[in-house]
């Protein structure tokens, strides 16, 4: 089983950045997409976006097209969501990823966007 833990959520104003990370526990030798989902108050968890193995290939919901970016250091072992220009629409629990046979969540982190 993986492990994985966010970072960096909080609270800011509309317009502003956010970067969150996400720390991936794990053996050597696995490989497999990672991403980010979030769940707004009252709707269904969404994904937002999915990065490959290589890293090339990435999907982004379109709510999020061109404000977010994702990436991974498989090095490291993270992945990163980078937030910009955030709307208060994007106020959600973000959940990372690790997209195994069983798949992997974490525990998720609170962003809060006020308008």
């Known amino acids: 089983q993986v492990q994985l833990v966010e970072s960096g959520g909080g609270s800011v104003q509309a317009g502003e950045s956010l970067r969150l990370s996400c720390a991936v526990s794990d053996r050597p030798g696995r490989v497999y997409d990672l991403g980010w989902y979030r769940r707004a108050p009252g709707k269904e968890r969404e994904v937002v976006a999915i990065i490959s193995w290589t890293g090339d290939r990435i999907i982004y919901a379109d709510s999020v097209k061109g404000r977010f970016t994702v990436s991974r250091d498989n090095t490291k072992k993270t992945v990163t969501l980078q937030m910009n220009r955030l709307k208060a629409e994007d106020t959600a629990i973000y959940y990372c990823?690790?997209?195994?046979?069983?798949?992997?969540w974490g525990p998720g982190i609170q962003v809060t966007v006020s308008s």
């Open positions: 990823y690790a997209d195994t046979q069983q798949g992997d």
